[in-house]
């Protein structure tokens, strides 16, 4: 392994806390972040993507559906339910310190994918890999919803040595590609060899702030507003748009989106009326009948007509936007003119003020407000106060720690990690918290995120989640109860304080959130009380490895009953 690619990965597991075990497998976590980073973009736990120890073939296994990374079957619902589309790209990894591209293990690697859309369970007999394939086959089962084509398939072969395409190996990629095409199951099959400077690429792109450069010709220059470096109004090509929000992948970067208050809706009234503009060949009505796209960036750097922005988000346009990238092979579509709201601040109020009062177009409901609320931004304040061992980061806008190398990336609590972990522990409710982020938020809009809620059990619900992370990765925990993660954080907030909860408002609960805290910040009592939560999960006869089961009200009825 050459020095620089060694260097990312000795950094990458200090940054991700991971436990160092070898020069093998700490490359196949480091690959397989880089790469599944690359296609997602947004913060993940590469543990939850490796397939079992032993696994044949394949290292790590990322399924992306309408731009989210999926972790259960209840995730597929809740986007089936939210977009009433189906998008979904499956990544593969296969990665060797040697720096040779074998071409015997290559050929071993395409027939291992193959094996995994056959659901081959003798091949592959770890619950990892039965989860992951339990997953492909319920998106099979849903192929009504795939509206816009067949699934993707990526399968990535890393190596620390250089690619240098020859006749054999050629050979043995295409036909075990043209094998894999022949399940008519995809839109494409890609295959994509990878080398230590492109590995090296991916993991620098981790760590920058989202750019792009685009013609602006056709603008006027907004008047001086206080806090506004600049702002303009105008129209741009479709095809300078298609630059703004697809990757070099061909995927549209859903990143983009994170702090707009709606996520796709699919098939909705509106979704449908920009459509049938297009496929009636409307283009050039398009900049007249649509109120556009509003984007917000950190910075701006123009020369002449071509503008490059760093750091930024569609705040407004989140419909246009996906309607427009998935007409982008419709025959004529370059003539469309897309209207285009640029502002350039980097204040966070500004930005808020500027997404809400944009965003008029479909009804807006409360649970999407949730990372522009003050209580948000407030609780943000509250994670920065805590210093100490205790230290976390509330990333309340998504990749805003990518750029500051000090960050232990695992000690960032996002907005998702934070609804399921505050749910489990305080609303005690850790059936209910599989699933996509904001159908739970949606479920759950009167009890979480309010006004009056103190901020001392939403941090100590994030604490709970990376000390019991940190047992996981360490290993003091073992790895059969991840699946249970949820049951053990509820189990941990009972067995600290046996009294009943305060109100989430009171006075009272900053005392009971404090008790906790110490509990978790104390090494050796944080480990006894898991250890703990463990025994009673082994008392109560459950089955950790039964998603389903641990879905059920009823098991988590049973726990409480147990403890008390």
């Known amino acids: 392994m050459d020095l620089i690619t060694k260097g990312f990965v000795n950094e990458f597991i200090r940054l991700n ?58 995730t597929i619902n809740d986007l089936i339910r939210s977009n009433n589309t189906l998008e979904v790209s499956f990544i593969f990894v296969q990665a060797k310190t040697s720096g040779q591209f074998d071409s015997a293990e290559i050929g071993h690697f395409i027939e291992s994918v193959k094996a995994f859309f056959a659901h081959d369970t003798t091949l592959f007999t770890g619950e990892r890999m039965k989860a992951f394939m339990e997953m492909m086959t ?85 008047p001086s507003i206080e806090g506004i470096q600049e702002a303009y109004f105008g129209i741009t090509p479709y095809n300078e748009f298609l630059k703004m929000i697809s990757s070099e992948n061909d995927t549209i970067r859903n990143i983009l989106f994170y702090e707009n208050i709606r996520d796709f809706l699919g098939d909705n009234d509106v979704n449908t009326s920009i459509d049938r503009t297009l496929k009636d060949g409307k283009f050039e009505f398009f900049s007249v009948l649509n109120n556009g796209v509003t984007i917000v960036a950190d910075k701006l750097v123009a020369t002449g007509d071509r503008f490059t922005i760093t750091n930024y988000q569609i705040v407004n346009g989140c419909q246009t936007s996906n309607v427009l990238f998935n007409n982008r092979k419709l025959e004529g579509i370059e003539k469309v003119y897309v209207p285009l709201r640029l502002i350039v601040t980097d204040n966070d109020d500004i930005k808020n003020e500027i997404t809400k009062a944009t965003n008029n177009q479909t009804e807006v409901k409360q649970e ?40 232990i990336k695992t000690k960032i609590i996002s907005i998702p990690i934070q609804i399921k ?37 939403y941090y100590a619900s994030g604490l709970a989640y990376y000390r019991l992370e940190s047992l996981f990765r360490s290993g003091s925990i073992p790895s059969k109860y991840k699946q249970a993660r949820y049951h053990l954080i509820m189990l941990f907030k009972l067995l600290v304080d046996k009294s009943p ?38 008392k109560s006869g459950i089955d950790v490895s039964d998603r389903d089961q641990l879905k059920r009200k009823e098991v988590t009825d049973s726990l409480i009953a147990l403890f008390r």
């Open 17 to 74: 806390e991971l436990k160092s075990v070898d020069e093998s497998t700490d490359f196949e976590k480091f690959a397989a972040h880089c790469v599944i980073m690359n296609e997602y973009n947004a913060l993940l736990d590469v543990e939850d993507c490796l397939t079992d120890p032993g696994t044949v073939g394949i290292d790590a296994i990322g399924i992306i559906v309408n731009g989210k990374l999926i972790d259960s079957i209840e």
């Open 138 to 222: 319920y998106i099979f089962e849903n192929s009504n919803y795939m509206t816009k084509g067949n699934p993707y398939c990526k399968l990535y072969y890393v190596t620390t040595g250089n690619w240098q395409e020859n006749g054999t190996i050629k050979n043995i990629i295409d036909r075990k590609v043209e094998d894999l095409n022949e399940l008519n199951l995809f839109s494409d099959v890609i295959f994509e060899p990878c080398d230590a400077k492109d590995i090296q690429r991916y993991y620098r792109k981790t760590k920058e702030g989202i750019q792009t450069t685009f013609l602006f010709e056709k603008r006027v220059t907004l």
């Open 501 to 538: 909860q305060p109100d989430l408002g009171s006075r009272q609960m900053d005392r009971y959130a404090s008790n906790i805290i110490a509990a978790l910040n104390d090494s050796n009592r944080c480990l006894e009380i898991y250890t703990e939560g463990m025994r009673l999960i082994d």
């Open 368 to 407: 999407q407000l949730e990372s522009l609320s003050d209580f948000q931004k407030d609780l943000e304040r509250y994670y920065n106060s805590i210093e100490g061992e205790g230290k976390l980061y509330y990333e309340r806008r998504t990749n805003q720690f990518n750029l500051d190398s000090t960050v």
């Open 421 to 457: 972990v505050f749910s489990a522990m305080f609303l005690e409710i850790p059936h209910a918290v599989t699933g996509y982020y904001g159908t739970i938020a949606s479920r759950l809009k009167d009890r979480i995120f309010k006004k009056d809620h103190k901020f001392s059990p």
